[in-house]
T-cell receptor, first 114, second 112 residues
Framework: QKEVEQDPGPLSVPEGAIVSLNCTYS??????FMWYRQYSRKGPELLMY????GNKEDGRFTAQVDKSSKYISLFIRDSQPSDSATYLCAMSLDGGTSYGKLTFGQGTILTVHP | DADVTQTPRNRITKTGKRIMLECSQT?????MYWYRQDPGLGLQLIYYSFDVKDINKGEISDGYSVSRQAQAKFSLSLESAIPNQTALYFCATSDFEVNEQFFGPGTRLTVL
């Protein structure tokens, strides 16, 4: 079993829909949780970054972490065609020590159609 | 100009050939990483380097080697390429905050 599991989709939604992307993980020591967005033929870029449990909101994006359930989510409100991309969750044990490195989920392919 | 560049962007080679993928960055970051991406598997860490004299194996280092020539340059080599190394390869950098990594555009490698 992989340490981080993510439904690969693909997920197709109409413009304006609310999108929910999810990851589960098995390592309870993970402390930092990230969402990266990857457009076609591009490298991933950091979208959201949270520490420990709770919610974080940035415009139309909300990241949610439930450490008790080992479950993280990314919500996209009022989805736009420009949100069409692959979304990768990532986790780490710490932020900056020499031990820090990221473990990625498989990525979910999202298409938002007009 | 892009902050993280990778060369070549595409490469087709034959089984048994030696291949080098190069990565350069202008972000001034000390930490650099090599990943491979396969459909359905996400990003897997091959090697990482926290400074010029510090190189570490990642999850899938077998069949790969790296060289950190300078703070700004980190190369990945496949000594004897095999078909299951066909994948998309990404270089990334970060400063002390490892959770925010900056990725290059990727190299699509095909081994026939």
């Amino acid at each position: 079993q992989k340490e981080v599991e993510q439904d690969p989709g693909p997920l197709s939604v109409p413009e304006g829909a609310i999108v929910s992307l999810n990851c589960t993980y098995s390592n309870s020591a993970f402390q930092y949780f990230m969402w990266y967005r990857q457009y076609s033929r591009k490298g991933p870029e950091l979208l959201m970054y949270t520490y420990s449990s709770g919610n974080k909101e940035d415009g139309r994006f909300t990241a949610q972490v439930d450490k008790s359930s080992k479950y993280i989510s990314l919500f996209i409100r009022d989805s736009q065609p420009s949100d069409s991309a692959t979304y990768l969750c990532a986790m780490s044990l710490d932020g900056g020590t020499s031990y820090g490195k990221l473990t990625f989920g498989q990525g979910t392919i999202l298409t938002v159609h007009p | 100009d892009a902050d993280v560049t990778q060369t070549p962007r595409n490469r087709i080679t034959k089984t048994g050939k030696r291949i080098m993928l190069e990565c350069s960055q202008t972000k001034g970051h000390d930490r650099m990483y090599w990943y491979r991406q396969d459909p359905g598997l996400g990003l897997q860490l091959i090697y990482y380097s926290f400074d010029v004299k510090d190189i570490n194996k990642g999850e899938i280092s077998d069949g790969y080697s790296v060289s950190r020539q300078a703070q700004a340059k980190f190369s990945l080599s496949l000594e004897s390429a095999i078909p299951n190394q066909t994948a998309l390869y990404f270089c990334a950098t970060s400063d002390f905050e490892v959770n925010e990594q900056f990725f290059g555009p990727g190299t699509r490698l095909t081994v026939l």
